[in-house]
């Protein structure tokens, strides 16, 4: 069975899981040829390994709290930050508590 993805123009709900956190697994939401939206999962303790991405992205922590790593810099972001990135920029995210972040890739040919 395919996976649901919005189409263009219908409503996304990108509220707090809260109480479904835990329960609930990373997964995108809408992707074009030029654009591609998910809400990424993860538990406390648990990081992603640095990588890049070839277009421009945006990562906003919809709930819990995340350490952002670009490089040497580490920066904590909390339900309502967002932080934009220009492509090929390594980063890693690692969770200090359960976290729900919603992702925007600018897909590039």
């Known amino acids: 069975m395919a996976l649901h993805h919005a189409l263009s123009g219908e409503l996304i709900d990108i ?7 835990k329960t609930t697994v990373t997964k ?3 992707k074009s040829d030029r654009l591609e939206v998910f809400r990424m999962i993860i538990l406390e ?8 991405v070839s277009g421009e992205i945006t990562v906003q ?7 952002f790593i670009t490089g040497e810099t580490t920066q904590l972001m909390r339900k ?3 932080i934009c990135l220009a ?3 390594n980063h890693a995210v690692k969770a200090l508590e359960d976290a729900s972040v919603l ?4 897909l590039l040919d």
């Open 15 to 21: 509220r707090p899981l809260e109480e479904e956190l």
């Open 28 to 30: 995108t939401l809408y």
């Open 45 to 52: 303790g648990r990081a992603t390994p640095a990588h890049h």
């Open 61 to 67: 922590c919809l709930e819990g709290t995340i350490e």
């Open 80 to 82: 309502g930050d967002l």
């Open 87 to 89: 492509g090929n920029v």
């Open 103 to 106: 992702v925007t890739i600018l």
